[in-house]
């Protein structure tokens, strides 16, 4: 039943429904005051003055129709008035809300419901404001999750395209002996073994991507030593760094026994990523130059790795770390990369409870810091 016609029969029910019970009970005492004894009558003083009123012509009668008719006036006024005010108290919000839920309905949710009362319609239509709001910024974050998703696959294409176009190149002319001599033949191999780990390194990309997406990145957190940890690592950098003729600096002034609580594999990923940016975009002019320092700074251990390539622009700097942002299309089309390492590097670093922030000048190059807590004894009892 609607609200209107359930407010109607209220009307009729509060006005309607108190005369006639008064009604029955005036005929109803005084039929009983007519049937009753002379000796009853007397008995009781009210009841004999009653007796008496009534035995004036036309007194009671007259006495009930007034009062009835002047209770119905009253309950009419103000039945009249309480019908209204409840009514236009709700029937504005129920047609703001019918006509919210077919906006909703059609995918439409550019409109406000929000209202500024206390009462319970008002609590109603701000909570349909907040399910609106919530739907809208749902509906935005998918939107931007399939555009980052298409823009992953297209970069994922495009860098996959590159490689898989030199293997088969370099395969075709080994088959068709081009490569007539066992150091063209040594060139080619290697060749396809670099395009082929170019390959791999995207599909893993692409796997941690998928992982970060879900909170689901396999961490296995261990107590590392600091200097033998990065010992390692530059060695393993410095021959890839020498086989593309880029020289690596490197210093650590951190004291030899200072340990953090790390991934070793996701440590590696971070600083992989970051010098691998730094190489594509180096400059043709200058001898390429990549720098790696580590420094004590308090309950955190700060690393810097820095390069003298192109550098990026002053504006672009806020989003280096976004998914798939893109400071030079063209550029980075050409130097490849699938837009995401960078913000890997962030979430890992994150996740270890440190942060990552840059510098950089155009055609002067680029500084990466990033910092990653102590181990501390104290605090591993504190936490056990």
């Known amino acids: ?18 005369v006639a019970l008064f009604c029955s009970l005036m005929l109803g005492m005084k039929k009983l005051v007519l049937e009753a004894t002379e000796e009853q009558i007397i008995s009781s003083e009210i009841m004999h003055s009653f007796k008496a009123y009534m035995d004036e012509a036309g007194k009671f009668d007259e006495l009930v129709t007034n009062f009835c008719i002047s ?15 409840i009514y236009r108290g709700i029937a504005p919000q129920l047609k703001m809300l019918k006509v919210a839920a077919n906006n909703i309905k059609e ?45 992953l696959i297209s970069n994922i294409a495009h860098d996959l395209k590159t490689p898989i176009t030199a293997i088969k190149g370099y395969a075709e002319g080994m088959l068709d002996g081009v490569a007539d001599t066992p150091e063209k033949q040594e060139k080619y191999i290697r060749t396809i073994y670099n ?50 003729h880029i020289r690596l600096d490197y210093a650590n002034f951190v004291d030899p026994d200072v340990l953090i609580i790390a991934d070793p594999e996701q440590l590696g990923r971070i600083i992989h990523n970051i010098v691998s940016n730094s190489v594509k975009y180096m400059r043709a002019d200058v001898a ?3 720098g790696i320092v580590i ?9 810097e ?16 770390f976004d998914r798939f942002y893109r400071a030079d299309t063209s550029r980075n089309s050409a130097a490849g990369g699938s837009g995401i390492g960078l913000s890997i590097v ?20 680029t500084t990466m810091y990033f910092v990653i807590r102590k181990f501390i004894e104290n605090e591993e009892v504190v936490n056990e």
């Not at 790795?305 to 192109?310: A, E, F, L, M, Q």
């Open 288 to 290: 390429s130059r990549v």
């Open 346 to 365: 962030k979430k890992i670093i994150e996740d270890h409870g440190g942060k990552i922030w840059v510098t950089s000048k155009e055609n002067e190059g």
């Open 107 to 151: 995918g439409n949710l550019d409109f406000s419901v929000a209202s500024q009362g206390t009462d319970e319609m008002s609590e109603l239509c701000n909570a349909f404001e907040d399910m609106r709001v919530r739907l809208k910024n749902n509906a935005k974050d998918r939107l931007e999750d399939e555009a980052e998703q298409r823009a």
């Open 305 to 320: 790795i820095s390069d003298n390539g192109k550098g990026i622009a002053t504006q672009d700097l806020p989003y280096v």
């Open 71 to 85: 209770e119905f006036v009253i309950l009419l006024v103000t039945a009249i008035i309480m019908v209204v005010w």
């Open 295 to 303: 420094k004590d700074v308090g309950d955190f251990v700060q690393v």
């Open 1 to 18: 039943m609607k609200l209107k016609n359930r407010l109607i029969i209220s009307f009729f029910i509060i006005t309607l429904v108190p």
């Open 195 to 244: 395009k082929a780990n170019e390959m791999n390194t995207l599909i893993n990309e692409l796997t941690l991507y998928s992982n970060i997406d879900t909170n689901k990145i396999p961490y296995n957190f261990q107590k590392l030593n600091l200097r033998a940890y990065f010992e390692d690592c530059i060695e393993e950098l410095g021959m890839d760094l020498e086989n593309q």
